[in-house]
């Protein structure tokens, strides 16, 4: 796909063992420490065609013997799965996600239509997305209902329900650093000019494909209790410390806001 933003193809550390790198409009996590290792767990699969880049940038953190442990799906849109079907054909690794995400990655069910009436160009734009299922069938692997994430025993998960049925979050107790998939995002995502710029703010969850504005609300009370001190969402920028906070605090407090039909014209 053709769109695209100032940021993509920037890798951020956030830790020596979290990175975040931009595809696009979204963002993928490797989480592994490469003065360690040179395995790597891989957190959503990016946008169509960027199994290349994605392999690349990992060659290029963990070295040219780098080895791809795992992938964990924070919910199955396409652009969170975008390179998936390469990943698993050349490492033929795991693939974890929320049972509730299963129809949507075996081929039983497509994601709702969009809701184009949402203000903004990419909004306007969402029919044209994709929003068929893929089939992993034979890689996939339900995540348990403890909140336990294989290979990552320092980690959890949260489900976070409302953007899709199963989607999750990840969360690190330790030093309370959170990935939020597209629970929340740190850029107005149905605005063109703002993806483009990635133009940081905090918003809900891309508006054209969230079904369940109940739940999203659940959801981000439910991370803004966490009081994380690192975010990564799925769409904009990472945010840290007090920033993150006051942020997220408002965005809990006002998420009324975000629903279409309340949003100011």
């Known amino acids: 796909m053709p769109l695209t933003s ?5 890798g951020i550390e956030l830790l020596p063992d ?9 963002n993928v996590c490797f989480i592994g420490n490469p003065r360690e290792t040179n395995e790597f767990i891989l957190i959503d699969a990016g946008m169509p065609g960027s199994y290349e ?5 990992a060659e290029k953190r963990f070295g040219a013997d780098f080895k791809l442990n795992s992938i964990i799906l924070t919910h199955g849109h396409f652009d969170h799965v975008g390179a998936l079907h390469e ?5 033929d690794v795991p693939v974890y996600a929320h049972p509730l995400e299963e129809p949507y990655l075996t081929g039983k069910s497509d994601y709702p239509p969009p809701n184009p009436k949402v203000d903004g160009l ?3 734009m969402s029919p044209m997305f994709p929003r068929h299922s893929i089939d992993i069938k034979p890689n996939l692997k339900l995540l348990s209902d403890d909140g336990l994430i294989p290979n990552l025993p320092e980690w959890h998960y949260i489900h976070t329900p409302g953007h899709t049925p199963g989607h999750i979050s990840l969360f690190r107790d330790r030093d309370s650093a959170l990935i939020v998939g597209d629970a929340f995002t740190t850029v107005e995502q149905e605005s063109l000019y703002d993806v483009i710029t990635q133009k940081q703010e905090m918003h809900g969850p891309p508006a054209y494909f969230t ?26 920028l990472p945010m840290t410390d007090d920033e993150l906070r006051i942020e997220l605090e408002r965005l809990s407090a006002n998420f009324e806001n ?4 309340n949003r100011k014209k």
């Open 18 to 26: 979290l990175f975040c790198l931009s595809v696009q409009i979204v």
């Open 258 to 261: 975000e629903i279409p039909e």
């Open 122 to 124: 990419v909004a306007k």
């Open 87 to 91: 990943l698993i054909s050349k490492w």
């Open 211 to 236: 079904t369940d504005w109940q739940a999203a609300k659940d959801s981000v009370k439910k991370l803004d209790a966490l009081k994380p001190t690192i975010a990564i969402s799925g769409h904009g």
């Open 6 to 10: 100032v940021t993509s193809g920037m």
């Open 53 to 57: 880049f994605i392999m690349e940038e």
